[in-house]
């Protein structure tokens, strides 16, 4: 039976990029190629996902997490 990657979306917003979204994005792609995530997860950069106040913004396993950093996305992944 085939295996279906999970997809993890990371906001691209401009209130994210100012949070640092885009480190957090490079940090999530290399966490998905360790020997325990690879080929598991896709990355998705997506446009604004309206919870400005909260970035950076970043959704795993269909869960929001707000304000994330690569401890809660670590948690959410496992």
Do not use: W
């Amino acid at each position: 039976m085939a295996t279906y990657r999970k997809f993890i979306f990371i906001c691209n917003g401009s209130d994210c990029k100012k949070e640092g979204c885009k480190k957090l994005q490079h940090e999530i792609k290399n966490l998905t190629k360790a020997e325990d995530h690879k080929g598991q997860y896709k990355i998705i950069k997506t446009k604004c996902m309206d919870f400005c106040k909260s970035a950076p913004v970043v959704v795993v396993n269909n869960e929001v997490v707000k304000k994330a950093d690569l401890g809660a996305i670590k948690k959410k992944m496992s």
